[in-house]
């Protein structure tokens, strides 16, 4: 094997290495921006249990609202979807603290009832994934209405 293949694989190696450093480090978002991203409306896709198996929901009645305060807090509620877009619910509302620990976000929830504790494992723009204290993984899409218009022609 001639010097210049030998440096050829090298490089490419190399090249290959930077390049899946450089896209893990820039996929990972600060808790800042997941924070963030986490405000909206979540459809719930399935529910990983701590065996492997899955449920899967294709259609969903419901919805996820999550909204994040700056005081380091926010709620969910569950709301219907309109076919106008508009949204349904009650006033009932599940509130939560927030903590950053090594990076790590966790929702505490707290209430009359019970009290469990959420780990956030990934909040993109479009996807969430939450861990509850059983080890049950809830991915989540962001929600979308239904384009009426879209549908008639």
Request: glycine share 6%; proline share 3%.
């Amino acid at each position: 094997m001639s010097m210049v293949n030998i440096y050829y694989k090298s490089s490419i190696r190399t090249a290959l290495l930077l390049s899946v450093i450089f896209m893990t480090w820039g996929c990972t978002q600060s808790p800042k921006e997941q924070l963030k991203n986490m405000n909206g409306y979540w459809e719930i896709k399935k529910v990983e249990f701590p065996d492997g198996q899955e449920k899967e929901y294709k259609v969903n009645t419901t919805v996820d609202y999550i909204e994040i305060t700056a005081d380091s807090s926010g709620f969910r509620k569950k709301l219907q979807p309109g076919l106008d877009g508009s949204f349904y619910g009650s006033d009932d509302r599940e509130n939560f603290t927030i903590t950053v620990e090594d990076g790590n976000i966790s929702l505490h929830y707290h209430t009359s009832l019970s009290q469990w504790e959420e780990k956030v494992i990934k909040a993109t723009k479009e996807r969430l994934i939450l861990r509850n204290t059983d080890n049950l993984n809830y991915f989540y899409k962001r929600f979308e209405p239904m384009d009426l218009e879209a549908l008639q022609h």
